[in-house]
């Protein structure tokens, strides 16, 4: 494990780092060293500043959106409803499906000429319109769309683990009191259940961060550039335009977003262990 931690992944991120300042091209290039001329030409670029403006409104949405879906779905299902395996096993279904599968199933269905679109005329709306992957003002929403479908299971899943360890006793005392359930949720239940709502909010923006395969599969980055995202830049220049320098230098800028992600969490994480 030391040896991985040290050579693969820390020695092989410091390689990374040390050749997103040289003008590596179709192979790395250590001797040909240009300073930060990549990082100025990356943030210069059109089709990078794209593609962060769309993850930070994919990201947004994302945490949000998939902590109330999955805390909502979580609390209607720790009531012990009638069937609850049943349900939980649908909600989660769409998790298990690749982020390939998932955007060529959303792609179908936001389809206008068969999709949503097409049924809804079919029953008398005909004025109706919802194409939203081929709107660049709206595409990345189309996309947000399946992401939040396949990932909102598992975040129920996760805040479902912790109303579980939520102990009974304090369900019981505030129905004795009087508390309304949503009160019980909102200033009880929610602050005890903190390390787990951090928990899923770092594996939600771990997700966000590499985000690839679902644009891919719904988009391929249009129309245009509309719905360009980091990881895709990173692929393109990296393997399709053969320049190394680039893709290290936008490499290097989603490793800095993981450690904003990170550190905030290891921060609590040894804070709370340190309390305990």
């Known amino acids: 494990m030391i040896f991985t931690a040290l050579v693969i992944f820390i020695g092989c991120t410091l390689w990374t780092i040390y050749h997103s300042f040289t003008k590596s091209r179709l192979l790395p290039a250590p001797d040909k060293w240009v300073g930060l001329d990549q990082y100025e030409r990356l943030w210069s670029t059109r089709r990078w500043l794209v593609s962060i403006e769309n993850l930070v409104i994919y990201g947004a949405c994302t945490l ?61 709306w005909e004025r109706f319109a919802f194409d939203p992957l081929n709107n660049g003002q709206i595409v990345i929403y189309g996309i947000l769309i399946a992401g939040i479908w396949q990932g909102s299971g598992f975040i129920m899943v996760i805040m479902l683990a912790g109303l579980r360890g939520i102990d009974q006793e304090i369900w019981k005392a505030a129905r004795v009191d009087g508390i309304p ?41 249009g129309p245009g550039i509309a719905s360009e995202v980091p990881a895709k830049y990173v692929i393109e220049k990296m393997f399709e335009a053969q320049n190394l320098g680039q893709g290290f230098a936008a490499s290097t800028m989603m490793l800095v977003s993981v450690l904003v992600v990170l550190i905030p969490y290891i921060y609590l994480q040894l804070g709370g262990s340190r309390r305990g």
């Open 64 to 124: 949000v959106l998939s902590l109330v879906i999955g805390f909502t779905l979580a609390a209607l299902l720790d009531r012990k409803i009638r069937g609850e395996n049943i349900f939980r096993t649908i909600i989660l279904y769409p998790f298990a499906l690749s982020f390939i599968v998932t955007g060529l199933v959303w792609q179908w269905i936001l389809n206008p000429e068969f999709g949503i679109q097409s049924i809804v005329q079919s029953l008398g």
């Open 181 to 221: 359930a949503w009160k019980t949720y909102i200033f009880i239940v929610i602050p005890m259940m903190k390390p787990v709502f951090v928990t899923a909010l770092v594996m939600i923006a771990s997700g966000i961060i590499k985000v690839y395969d679902l644009v891919v599969a719904q988009t391929s980055g």
